[in-house]
């Protein structure tokens, strides 16, 4: 069955005197082909799903729900317009150049945290220590960098689960890395205790560092630019990856919608 409405560019379909276009007016989109090309990725997933192996034994469930995600990973993004189009490839572009200002800064100086970015993870780190305040002081303080970490998953999940949409995934994903380079800088003041805290003053100056205490309760201060270097390199590498995911699928997209035309 047709749709009522195009799928790319969301015009209504025009009633002619020999029924309901067949193709859109405004760009061209032929029904018949999208909807030959939805039933093929529908038919994609499911041959992902058959391939799986069903000997495997306990891990069967795991196995089947790898190949389900590999799938959902892979599925084209909505068709766009070729504006659309263009657009999230000049935001992923601007992402890619964006994410060397991270990856470039050094975790021992706290630059990093001059960008606007460092206050909307703050606000999501201190949310996380509120939500595992009941679990303990322990789990109350390593909150607020699971926090700050869980908030840019929970939005490439959404994008990726609910609206099937990995462009907006990737992008996610690239937050989701951002702030792990954010919290190297915390890290690597688990010792010196310069970098200013929420509501004034530094580590050295009041208690309230999240790694300071994190560390030494663990015997890991020693190890404290060490770990913050791996947090930012790790943080890099989502970034780029991110990127690199987000431009491929928009390009798969680009040519299933050159190819439904």
């Not at 994609?44 to 391939?51: E, I, N, T």
């Not at 964006?98 to 990093?112: C, K, N, P, Q």
């Not at 926090?147 to 462009?167: K, N, T």
Request: aromatic share 10%; proline share 5%.
């Amino acid at each position: 069955m047709y749709p009522a409405r195009c799928p790319k560019c969301d015009r209504l379909r025009v009633q002619t005197a020999a029924g309901p276009e067949r193709a859109c007016g405004g760009c061209g989109l032929v029904f018949a082909k999208w909807i030959e090309r939805e039933a093929g990725r529908e038919q994609l997933r499911a041959q992902a799903l058959a391939d799986t192996p069903a000997e495997v034994g306990p891990s069967g469930p795991v196995a089947v729900w790898i190949a389900a995600a590999r799938a959902r990973v892979w599925e084209l993004p909505p068709v766009r317009s070729p504006s659309s189009t263009a657009a999230h490839a000049l935001l992923l572009a601007g992402l890619f150049c964006y994410s060397w200002v991270f990856i470039l800064a050094d975790v021992r100086t706290g630059e990093a945290w001059n960008d606007f970015l460092h206050l909307v993870n703050l606000v999501f780190h201190e949310a996380g220590h509120v939500l595992m305040m009941p679990f303990g002081r322990f789990m109350h303080v390593l909150g607020g960098t699971l926090g700050q970490l869980a908030m840019p998953l929970a939005v490439c999940i959404a994008f990726l689960v609910q609206r099937r949409d990995a462009v907006g995934a990737a992008v996610g994903l690239w937050w989701f890395g951002q702030s792990l380079t954010d919290c190297a800088p915390y890290i690597a003041d688990a010792r010196k205790l310069e970098l200013p805290l929420l509501g004034g003053g530094t580590g050295q100056e009041r208690e309230g560092h999240d790694w300071e205490y994190l560390l030494g309760v663990t015997g890991l201060a020693q190890y404290d630019i060490a770990l913050a270097t791996v947090a930012k390199l790790a943080g890099g590498a989502v970034m780029l990856l991110a990127v690199t995911w987000g431009l491929h699928a928009l390009w798969r997209a680009h040519r299933s919608s050159a190819a439904g035309r």
